[in-house]
């Protein structure tokens, strides 16, 4: 069964995933592919996201076909359908994105565009049809990236074998101490083939396939230097076995052009981790109440209006609303708050989010591409989607690079064919020599060897980079938002104060350890931890009574006592009117006030907050003395964060209350005045570190945040920003200058060659000597100081951004017993 070019062919924007795209000028082969279907609109392609975005009304099999045609095609994925008779797979061929259907012994194969909204769309079919089930293969699209860099690691291995020995043999004097027939000619011919015609066939075929398409890329290229140098050896090694010949740079070339891919496809699938952990969080099953008895079933099969029973601990399926139950909910997906939330009967709840201790019954609303945590996955993806990749300069002028050099070569032999002594032989060796020295070994060298010495040094320092387009991009920052919670400070919560009214503060802690002691919510263990560093001990409990996310209750020393939150004591009759000052303070200063109390009144008031890391002060201020500017963007309220920047003693630019997107929205408005780096370490941070020119993972990030993220913080060090950055802007200038030298070389060596001025034989030379230089120039890298950015890249203030008083926000001495 074939492609269906039936009448639903899609009439919206679609991202379509493409493969075989190498190089950044692959991206614009496969703009002018598409644009030539009927039907397109416009599109988008996208080298770093191996996306296309198109609009308009062209078939996906029209739109495969012209693919084919350049050597790229669209991404598959193969889900098997059990359950559903023969007779409904033409309903499937009429699907969008479904390119085959095929009858199996075990139900039917559908192969089909590799997207998530399709897959929703399969999975709405099966759940209409009864009995029918679906099966998919999960991290497709890790899998494929998986396989490619194995590809290109095996292709590397096999190239890079015959490259030591060529160069033995032919540069380091190996063939002295080797029989002759080692050295002889026509068998370094022979050790020469398996690198240039099977680990170097993509680049030719490649290189092929880009000429039939009228581009130029780095694949034409490769196949242009390693060509001209194995087939001018090849003819020198049959007319002469003991002529020197250059198998080696051929050999060369493919070796280090292998290991580039394999670097590429490594990080290529790394790109993709932050929208898989996403898809991760929201579970398959979901316990779907039925009268009296709950069944489990999978999620797709929900419908608006079913009610599920989400038990202790388990993560919430869907978007929906509380029927029945109390618990806390850690929402740090959402908010990036460390403190569960309460929930009761009408609270809202979002799929992906963890339940705390008490069970609850949720009314659907929203499953698959309707919750929440799906719209924070299209919010990340198409961040990355849209990121200004940083083009490298091979790449941008290899399609005027390329047509020149050929030009000259052709020139060069019809030159002294017509006007030179040596007559047609002498012209083409003269081509040759222009095509060797040519050859994009310098051009190829000059970013990924700075790449790997700046990298190197930065994993020595702590700092993990997914990749030299990561380093480019965080070269140009000259902005950095920094996260609240667990960036700025720690990420859990402390018992920072402990205001007393009227008691002792060791009758204050022993009666909150003694409620606390067994607890499993956050601020409960915190406030346990302190109670007993401060060297309190629990007294006897009776007729205790947790109620999940709000508080505890229980018989201390005859007494009614209580701890939790304001409301709560108060519901639980604690007389609040001699705490409502401390509370209002520690409110103010941004800290969770939680009171304890014991015989209808108030002993003491605990304030809570996180706790500042201790090299923050520090990091802000080498960050802005390198000439950035230092703003924070947090999902806390506003007063946490006037705390947070009253104990940090700096009135930075701040924003609070953000929600993913806002924090999305915000970066995007700033990247349209600078280049802005976000640093974060949870979820609800994705979608913004994915908008950011540079994402930047804190030490103990979640999955998803580090899988955003550009650049990982290791070392639990705040200042690893700054020298991030720091390595970034020295690495981008040593592959300018690199550059510098490989257009240089290029531009005095290409005419010196034409006129016949050097042999082949010296020609490689000098491409040698070339690349020589060009790492050389790198390994500077590893001691060379690092430098701030420079005066006119600084942006000095964040455009629309205030800064706050810091009188306004007092914070709270911290009083009471200390451990």
């Given at each position: 069964?074939?492609?269906s070019?039936?009448?639903?062919?899609?009439?919206?924007v679609?991202d379509?995933?493409?493969?075989?795209?190498?190089?950044?000028?692959?991206?614009?082969t496969?703009?002018?592919?598409?644009?030539?279907?009927?039907?397109?609109e416009?599109v988008?392609?996208?080298?770093?996201?191996?996306q296309?975005?198109?609009?308009?009304?062209a078939?996906l099999?029209?739109?495969?076909?012209?693919?084919?045609?350049?050597?790229y095609?669209?991404?598959?994925?193969s889900?098997?359908?059990?359950?559903?008779?023969p007779?409904?797979?033409?309903?499937?061929e009429?699907?969008?994105?479904?390119?085959?259907?095929?009858?199996?012994?075990?139900?039917l194969?559908?192969?089909?565009?590799?997207?998530?909204?399709?897959?929703?769309?399969?999975?709405?079919?099966?759940a209409?049809?009864?009995?029918?089930?679906?099966?998919?293969?999960?991290?497709?699209?890790a899998?494929?990236?998986?396989?490619?860099?194995?590809a290109?690691?095996?292709?590397f291995?096999?190239?890079?074998?015959?490259?030591l020995y060529?160069m033995?043999?032919l540069m380091?004097?190996l063939?002295?101490?080797l029989?002759?027939?080692?050295?002889?000619a026509?068998?370094?011919?022979?050790?020469?083939?398996?690198?240039?015609?099977i680990a170097?066939?993509p680049f030719?075929?490649?290189a092929?396939?880009?000429?039939?398409g009228?581009?130029?890329?780095?694949?034409v290229?490769?196949?242009l230097?390693?060509?001209?140098?194995?087939?001018?050896?090849?003819?020198?090694?049959f007319a002469?076995p003991?002529a020197?010949?250059?198998?080696?740079t051929?050999?060369?070339?493919?070796?280090?052009?292998?290991?580039?891919?394999w670097?590429?496809a490594?990080?290529?699938?790394?790109t993709?981790?932050?929208?898989?952990?996403?898809?991760?969080?929201?579970?398959?099953?979901?316990?779907?109440?039925?009268?009296?008895?709950?069944?489990?079933?999978?999620?797709h099969?929900?419908?608006?209006?079913?009610?599920?029973?989400v038990?202790?601990?388990?993560?919430v399926?869907?978007?929906?609303v509380?029927?029945?139950?109390?618990?806390?909910?850690d929402?740090?997906?959402l908010?990036?708050?460390?403190?569960p939330v309460?929930?009761a009967?009408?609270?809202p709840?979002?799929?992906?989010?963890?339940?705390?201790?008490?069970a609850?019954?949720?009314?659907?609303?929203?499953?698959?591409q309707?919750?929440?945590?799906?719209r924070?996955?299209?919010w990340?993806?198409?961040?990355?989607?849209g990121?200004?990749?940083?083009?490298?300069?091979?790449?941008r002028?290899a399609?005027v690079?390329v047509?020149?050099?050929?030009?000259?070569a052709v020139?060069?032999?019809?030159?002294?064919?017509?006007?030179?002594?040596?007559?047609?032989e002498?012209?083409?060796?003269?081509?040759?020599?222009?095509?060797?020295?040519?050859?994009?070994?310098a051009?190829?060298?000059?970013?990924?060897?700075?790449?790997?010495?700046?990298?190197?040094?930065?994993?020595?320092?702590?700092?993990?980079?997914?990749?030299?387009?990561?380093?480019?991009a965080a070269a140009?920052?000259?902005?950095?938002?920094?996260?609240?919670t667990?960036?700025?400070?720690?990420g859990?919560?402390?018992?920072?104060?402990?205001e007393t009214l009227?008691v002792?503060?060791?009758?204050?802690?022993?009666?909150?350890l003694?409620?606390?002691?067994?607890s499993?919510h956050?601020l409960?263990e915190?406030?346990?931890?302190y109670?007993?560093e401060?060297?309190?001990?629990?007294?006897?409990?009776?007729?205790?009574?947790?109620?999940p996310?709000?508080g505890?209750?229980?018989?201390?020393?005859?007494?009614?006592?209580?701890?939790?939150?304001?409301?709560?004591?108060?519901?639980?009759?604690?007389?609040?009117?001699?705490?409502?000052?401390?509370?209002?303070?520690?409110?103010?200063?941004?800290?969770?006030?939680v009171?304890?109390?014991a015989?209808?009144?108030a002993?003491g008031?605990?304030?809570?907050r996180?706790a500042?890391r201790?090299?923050?002060?520090a990091a802000?201020?080498?960050?802005?003395g390198?000439?950035?500017s230092?703003?924070?963007l947090?999902?806390?309220?506003?007063?946490?964060?006037?705390?947070?920047?009253?104990e940090?003693?700096?009135?930075?630019p701040?924003?609070?209350?953000?929600?993913?997107k806002?924090?999305q929205?915000?970066?995007?408005?700033?990247r349209?005045?600078?280049?802005?780096a976000m640093?974060?370490?949870?979820?609800?941070?994705?979608?913004a570190?994915?908008?950011?020119?540079?994402?930047?993972?804190?030490?103990?990030a979640?999955?998803?945040?580090?899988?955003?993220?550009g650049?990982?913080?290791?070392?639990?060090?705040?200042?690893?920003?700054?020298?991030?950055?720091?390595l970034?802007?020295?690495?981008l200038?040593?592959?300018?200058?690199?550059?510098?030298w490989a257009?240089?070389?290029?531009t005095i060596?290409?005419?010196?060659?034409?006129?016949?001025?050097?042999?082949?034989m010296?020609?490689?030379?000098?491409?040698?000597?070339?690349?020589?230089?060009?790492?050389?120039?790198?390994?500077?890298?590893?001691?060379?100081?690092?430098?701030?950015?420079p005066?006119?890249?600084?942006?000095?203030?964040?455009?629309?951004w205030?800064?706050?008083?810091?009188?306004s926000?007092?914070?709270?001495?911290e009083?009471?017993?200390?451990?």
């Open positions: 069964m074939g492609v070019d039936g009448p639903e062919a899609a009439r919206v679609r379509l995933p493409v493969e075989g795209m190498h190089c950044a000028a692959c991206a614009g496969v703009e002018r592919l598409l644009r030539g279907v009927d039907g397109v416009a988008q392609a996208s080298f770093g996201a191996a296309a975005r198109v609009r308009g009304e078939p099999g029209s739109l495969d076909r012209a693919l084919v045609k350049g050597g095609t669209l991404a598959r994925r889900t098997l359908v059990r359950g559903l008779e007779a409904r797979a033409e309903a499937l009429r699907m969008d994105g479904v390119l085959d259907v095929e009858p199996t012994a075990d139900g194969c559908v192969v089909h565009v590799d997207t998530p909204e399709l897959l929703d769309q399969l999975r709405a079919l099966v209409a049809h009864g009995e029918a089930t679906l099966e998919t293969q999960h991290d497709a699209d899998r494929r990236f998986d396989a490619r860099a194995r290109w690691r095996g292709r291995l096999l190239a890079f074998v015959p490259a060529l033995g043999v380091f004097g063939a002295n101490v029989p002759s027939w080692a050295s002889d026509r068998f370094l011919f022979l050790v020469a083939i398996p690198a240039q015609w170097g066939w030719l075929s490649g092929w396939q880009a000429l039939r009228g581009a130029f890329d780095m694949n290229l490769v196949a230097g390693t060509l001209a140098a194995f087939g001018y050896s090849t003819a020198l090694a002469d003991l020197h010949t250059y198998f080696d051929s050999a060369t070339i493919v070796a280090l052009v292998c290991l580039g891919r670097m590429e490594r990080a290529r699938r790394a993709g981790d932050a929208v898989r952990h996403l898809a991760r969080l929201e579970p398959e099953t979901a316990w779907l109440v039925r009268g009296a008895t709950d069944e489990r079933v999978a999620v099969a929900l419908l608006p209006g079913d009610r599920v029973r038990k202790p601990k388990e993560p399926p869907v978007d929906g509380v029927l029945e139950g109390t618990s806390a909910v929402e740090s997906l908010s990036g708050e460390s403190v309460p929930k009967v009408g609270d709840v979002h799929a992906g989010t963890r339940n705390g201790s008490g609850l019954v949720v009314e659907v609303e929203h499953v698959g309707g919750t929440v945590l799906r924070i996955v299209g990340v993806a198409e961040a990355q989607r990121r200004a990749r940083v083009q490298r300069m091979a790449d002028v399609g690079f047509p020149i050099v050929l030009a000259i020139l060069t032999v019809l030159g002294w064919w017509a006007f030179g002594e040596g007559g047609l002498r012209g083409w060796v003269a081509a040759v020599s222009v095509l060797l020295i040519a050859c994009p070994c051009l190829g060298l000059a970013t990924p060897t700075a790449i790997v010495v700046g990298t190197g040094r930065a994993a020595r320092r702590g700092i993990l980079v997914k990749g030299g387009e990561v380093l480019e140009r920052v000259n902005a950095v938002l920094l996260d609240k667990g960036t700025l400070t720690r859990t919560p402390r018992v920072a104060a402990v009227g002792p503060a060791d009758r204050v802690l022993r009666t909150a003694t409620l606390e002691q067994g499993e956050v409960g915190a406030i346990a931890a109670a007993r401060a060297g309190a001990t629990a007294a006897r409990l009776e007729a205790f009574e947790a109620v996310g709000r505890a209750v229980g018989r201390v020393a005859g007494l009614d006592a209580v701890v939790g939150s304001p409301a709560f004591a108060e519901e639980r009759g604690i007389d609040l009117a001699p705490a409502r000052a401390a509370l209002a303070a520690l409110e103010q200063g941004g800290m969770t006030p009171v304890v109390g015989g209808g009144r002993l008031v605990l304030g809570l996180d500042l201790p090299e923050a002060r802000v201020a080498a960050l802005e390198d000439g950035l230092v703003g924070v947090s999902g806390d309220r506003p007063a946490a964060v006037a705390g947070l920047l009253s940090l003693g700096m009135a930075l701040a924003r609070a209350a953000q929600d993913p806002a924090k929205d915000a970066i995007q408005a700033l349209e005045t600078g280049a802005v640093v974060g370490d949870g979820v609800n941070d994705a979608p570190m994915a908008a950011a020119d540079i994402g930047i993972a804190v030490t103990g979640t999955d998803v945040a580090g899988a955003t993220a650049i990982t913080l290791v070392r639990a060090d705040l200042g690893l920003v700054s020298e991030a950055l720091g970034s802007r020295a690495t200038r040593v592959i300018r200058q690199n550059l510098f257009f240089l070389y290029n060596g290409i005419p010196v060659a034409a006129f016949g001025l050097f042999h082949p010296l020609a490689a030379a000098a491409m040698a000597f070339s690349s020589v230089c060009v790492v050389t120039n790198s390994l500077r890298l590893r001691r060379m100081p690092l430098p701030p950015l005066v006119g890249e600084r942006l000095f203030a964040l455009p629309g205030s800064k706050p008083d810091l009188a926000a007092p914070v709270p001495e009083t009471g017993t200390r451990p």
